[in-house]
């Protein structure tokens, strides 16, 4: 509106203004993505819950989902956590467990109600028997997102800030709804339990009867059962190996970015000539919506990650916006390969969008010699060079610039009274630009630089004739080749130092569709077993591979803890340490399914994907805590280990399946989304559901008899 009333009242008719980048613009549009995927979502768990559960026992569980997630909405609002991408992402992951609680209360309320008790007291009988192993298994998950929050710093503690918090808000909404509400809705609701008949079986009644066949088969054959879900995790653990992997993935962004890089020295007039072809060939494509050049200079920094490069008469930028974030990488993949080196003399970076905040490819060279670390980098580029996978390998000194080195003989030019200063000052004026004054236009800096045209003419025996002019005699010159040696040598056109040192830095490009890991692995493998470095020289990695190493270790630290989290949790509620242990290892059953998942997508896993994976860690948690609980009561009851085992797989099956359901669904919104950032964590919980379910309910109960028997009889 702003910018229309501009357009409209101020400027003339021939001039116009155009929209290049607008973040509030971008930011906005994610969020209404993500606010239809959370209502997605919701329609889709309970459009499951209503084909897997009896309809009155589906609408009080469909309940619970809007009604804990506005709670939660409300509760965020009052602590100042604020609607953005990352806690409507935490809102849709937690959205099916949000489910759980509420679940595991109406199928107990059933089975008394079942059981002959009245429609009360089996709503109160059960809370009361599974309140207890719902809080531990609530906080235990609220409490492993934590570590994370604590052990990551920089830009992926940024991206996670929120997680945690929005995860333990909804968590334990859902926690007192279940508790406090969804029994009153049980009695008001759910007059009698459902009883079951040959000629009418529902889903959950058919997967019952599957799966009881498959447990007795598990309870027939132990071993094989425990040694093959051993081999079924040692096996896909292999998969991981082939994922694709990027800590941080790339933007998904309607628009992209053209660096026109020529050598130093190139003129003005052939940056632009250049930079205009290319604009030209880009804006008569029809999935262009605009293009803005800059030439001499960069554009402002439209986008958080994406740093702009310093501007001078061999560089030029491009923002190019296009109808849609699928028209960008079928630009990128089409004119990259054709338009990069399609200039003699000039290189064009196509700039996909992306939250990586260095450079993909560093190698950095350090010593006290200038020559022997451009050696090593020379050396280095020529290996570089021979990689199909790489272009525009380069370093950052830039090409060496021709430079006239004036020595002053001491004994003449104190004679005459011509110090350095002096000569520095004079030569200044006569041979390059000078600023000589400033111009205020209220807050803002004009400066004034004084400049000879005919300097930039200038041959060596024109700088030897240069005149000084003593400060003794004012009146009388002197020729420079008089007062000083001049000699025409070859300089770097930039000496970067790092920490004090001098250090020459190699870069490189990725062709598209080029995975970065293998290249990097390569090149690693070159400096460390196929390179020879000058004496004095150390080499250095940095870019991607030095950021990821930053990055590993708090994610390790991050997860070690939340497993000690788990352990603690664990051994409290159970008090035996066989058991306990057995509870940790069995986390590793969510590997199978999350691994064939990702797979079988071939999409690239990224940090985001953590978070996938603390959400099966505690499912699985809260899962054993429910069967293993169960069985522990079965045999206080007076079953034997064994009976106790199998029906506490059999009885808890059910709502296993049920919440499990939930989750997994509620995440397809995400996955169908097709987001960089999101979409690995939708596949991993997705992929990594279904596995889990399928391995805790016939592995879990066989683990159980087996310890169990074993420390019986030990007792």
């Known amino acids: 509106k702003v910018i229309d009333t501009f357009r409209h009242d101020y400027l003339p008719a021939d001039v116009n203004v155009l929209r290049i980048t607008d973040q ?33 026992s589906a609408i009080v569980a469909a309940i619970t989902i809007p009604l804990s997630t506005f709670i939660s909405v409300g509760i965020m609002y009052l602590l100042d956590i604020p609607l953005n991408i990352i806690t409507l992402a935490s809102l849709i992951v937690v959205l099916g467990m949000i489910v759980d609680n509420s679940i595991v209360v109406i199928d107990g309320y059933l089975e008394y109600l079942g059981g002959g008790m009245a429609r009360k007291e089996a709503a109160i009988t059960s809370v009361k028997q599974y309140f207890t192993p719902m809080l531990l298994a609530t906080v235990c998950i609220c409490a492993i997102f934590y570590p994370i929050l604590f052990t990551m710093t920089g830009e992926a503690s940024d991206v996670i800030g929120y997680f ?151 560089f030029a930028q491009l923002i190019v916006n296009t109808a849609s974030i699928q028209s960008t990488l079928d630009m990128l993949n089409e004119y990259a390969p054709r338009l990069s080196n399609h200039w003699p003399g000039a290189y064009v970076r196509f700039k996909q969008m992306d939250y990586l905040p260095v450079p993909i490819y560093e190698y950095r060279f350090y010593g006290s010699n200038l020559d022997s670390i451009q050696f090593a980098a020379e050396c280095l580029m020529e290996r570089m060079r021979q990689m199909p996978e790489l272009e ?70 024109d700088v030897e004739d240069i005149y000084l002019t003593p400060l003794a005699q004012p009146f009388g010159s002197v020729p420079l080749r008089q007062l000083a040696d001049i000699e025409a040598r070859w300089s770097p056109a930039n000496i970067i130092h790092r920490g004090g040192v001098r250090c020459i830095t190699v870069t490189a490009e990725n062709k598209r569709g080029v995975l970065a890991a293998t290249v990097q692995n390569r090149i690693k493998d070159i400096l460390e077993n196929d390179f020879r470095l000058p004496s004095g020289v150390r080499a250095e990695i940095g870019g991607e591979p030095e950021k990821n190493a930053e990055t590993t270790p708090e994610v390790a630290w ?48 990224g940090l985001t994907s953590l978070f996938g994976f603390i959400t099966l860690m505690g499912i699985i948690m809260r899962n054993e805590i429910l069967i293993f609980e169960h069985a522990d009561q079965k045999i206080a009851e007076g079953l034997s280990v064994r009976d106790a085992a199998f029906d506490a797989g059999r009885r808890r099956m059910v709502p296993i399946f049920l919440t499990t359901a939930t989750t997994a669904v509620g995440v397809i919104p995400m996955i169908l989304g097709k987001s960089s950032f999101w979409m690995p964590v939708g596949i991993t919980i997705f992929a990594g559901g279904i596995g889990t379910l399928i391995l805790v309910v016939t592995v879990l109960p066989v683990v159980y008899w087996k310890l169990t028997s074993k420390r019986s009889r030990e007792s």
């Open 24 to 56: 509030p613009k971008v930011v906005e549009a994610s969020v209404k993505e993500f606010l239809v995927n959370l209502l997605e979502s919701m329609a889709v768990i309970i459009l499951v819950m209503m084909l897997l559960f009896p309809l009155r």
């Open 164 to 314: 945690p918090a929005t995860i333990t808000i909804c968590l334990m909404v859902s926690l007192v709804v279940a508790a406090c509400i969804i029994p009153a809705l049980n009695v008001r609701l759910i007059k009698k339990a459902k009883v079951k008949t040959a000629d009418k079986r529902d889903v959950t009644d058919r997967v019952q009867d599957i799966y009881e066949v498959a447990l007795r088969w598990t309870f027939r054959h132990p071993w094989l059962t425990i040694v093959g879900s051993i081999v079924l995790v040692a096996t896909t653990s292999l998969i991981f190996l082939t994922l694709k992997i990027r800590q941080f993935p790339f933007a998904d962004r309607d628009q992209f970015a053209c660096e026109v890089y020529l050598p130093k020295g190139a003129s003005l007039d052939e940056t632009r000539a250049i930079t205009e072809s290319l604009r030209d060939t880009l804006a008569q494509d029809p999935r262009v919506t605009s293009v803005t050049t800059f030439v001499g200079c960069s554009s402002p920094r439209f986008m958080k990650c994406y740093e702009p490069q310093m501007g001078g008469k061999n």
């Open 392 to 461: 525009w390998v380069h370093t950052d000194y830039d090409q060496p610039s021709p430079v006239v080195d004036v020595r002053l003989d001491p004994v003449a030019s104190s004679q005459l009274g011509i110090t350095r200063t002096t000569a520095e000052l004079q030569l200044a004026l006569q041979t390059g630009k000078t600023r000589v004054a400033s111009i205020w236009e209220g807050d803002y800096e004009v400066p004034v630089v004084l400049r000879d045209k005919q300097a930039e003419q200038m041959r060596l025996g």
């Open 558 to 605: 991050g997860i070690g803890i939340a497993l000690v989290i788990i352990f603690f949790f664990l051994l409290f509620n159970f008090r035996r340490f066989g058991l306990t242990g057995i509870c940790m290892v069995s986390i590793l059953l969510a590997v199978p399914g999350a691994m064939i998942g990702l797979g079988i997508a071939d999409i690239t896993l």
